[in-house]
């Protein structure tokens, strides 16, 4: 791979707008670690509190597949954004929206089941 020469260079506001999109996700992480801990620490429901634990390690698995992930499309972002290519698409909204929606159902009904 070659140096990016000034031309090559991306609009600043695109540049802007990536690292935001980097951070988004990075609060994301956060948000899923602190529900994850919390849910182990004072959740509970179900016998033994194995649903709190279960669902404070989905979530905390969430964050730390959305920090590496989120690392992973800024770079990708920007290189194709330096090259002149179209942005790469992406599944982690996807698996974030997915995790958070399983997770809340199966909270909600071992709240309902108790």
Known sequence: MTAPTPDDEPDYRFTLANERTYL????T???????????VQF???GP??????????VLVLAGIVTTAGAFRRWRQNILA????APLP???LPLMLGATIAV????GLLFTVWR
């Not at 992480?29 to 849910?39: R, T, V």
């Not at 033994?48 to 390690?57: L, M």
């Not at 954004?81 to 002149?84: D, I, L, N, P």
């Open 103 to 106: 997770v809340g159902l199966v």
């Open 48 to 57: 033994g509190h194995w649903a709190g634990r279960i669902i404070g390690v």
């Open 43 to 45: 959740l509970d429901i």
């Open 29 to 39: 992480s956060l948000a899923c670690y602190a529900g994850g801990l919390s849910a």
């Open 24 to 27: 988004a996700y990075l609060r």
């Open 89 to 91: 698409l992406t599944r």
């Open 81 to 84: 954004m330096r090259q002149g």
